[in-house]
């Protein structure tokens, strides 16, 4: 790790030692990374990822932090994190390209602002672009992969590559990107001309909505499991009467039971037995398999 250190300095790439996760995820949960890495450019970050390679250093390339779960250890590797990067949009005609560590915020009131519509579902989703090309991130009946259009990557031995959605294996919260080492560097999105003002309009509602059924008001990882085929998680969960169920800290949220929130001192073990108490006891009475949809990283 010393040698490591040694190049990244050489190569003006910022990074701190010992940085606690719990202050780069939404969940607040996480113990230390061994390096925490900010590159500022895409190039800072092709750099640092060929030196991690080099040295057989394991990575991590952290967006906006949600959806995730990091353990209480933290992680013995590197950590990049993407929300250092200058961020990048741009526009050409009905087409909006944004590189991965824009927030998907920022890139809907882009498309709005553009009078781009097709986008709308998105707003609110608390993500990168990046991790929302990782996971296919949707909501609303929308999904990333109903937008996208390609996404230039990082492959796995350091090659920067282009592919068009269609072959990116974009299904339920999963794409390629979730089974291979890829790094997305940026996306491009196809949308469509819209009134602005009803672009806005639904913006708007969708995030009432959100503020009206979930819990934004604890640190949470977003939707604790996956929506099992001819279900709801959350309905499940309810059914089972673990409304408020907790461990430690963590508990399943009285507002919406489909989401594991941290009421203050949860630790990484505590929302993983909780998991595991929710999930045996769904199945147990209902029949029915909960899936995480929080990622772990360990």
Known sequence: MEHLKQKLEEAAIPYSCGEPLARHTSFQIGGPAALFCTPH???????????????GVRTYILGNGSNLLFSDKGFDGVVLCTRSL??????????????????????????????LTGLEFAYGIPGSLGGAVYMNAGAYGGETRDVLLSVEFVDEAGQVRSLPADQLELGYRTSVFAR?????????????????????????????????KQPLEYPSAGSAFKRPEGAFAGSLIEQCGLRGYRVGDAA???????????????SCADVLELARQVSERVHQQTGFVLEKEIRVVE
Request: glycine share 8%; charged share 25%; hydrophobic share 40%.
């Open 41 to 55: 450019t895409t190039q800072q970050l092709i750099q640092a990822l060929a030196l991690c390679r080099t040295e």
């Open 86 to 115: 200058q961020p990048e949009i741009r526009v050409e005609g009905e087409r909006i390209i944004a590189g991965a560590g824009v927030s998907l915020k920022q890139v809907c009131e882009e498309a709005a602002r553009q009078g």
């Open 180 to 212: 291979t080492g890829w790094c997305v560097l940026q996306a491009t999105l196809q949308l469509a001309k819209g009134n602005r003002e009803e672009i806005l309009a639904k913006m708007d509602d969708l995030m009432n909505r959100r503020k009206e």
């Open 252 to 266: 399943i949220s009285e507002k919406h039971c489909g989401f594991i929130v941290n009421l203050g001192h949860a």
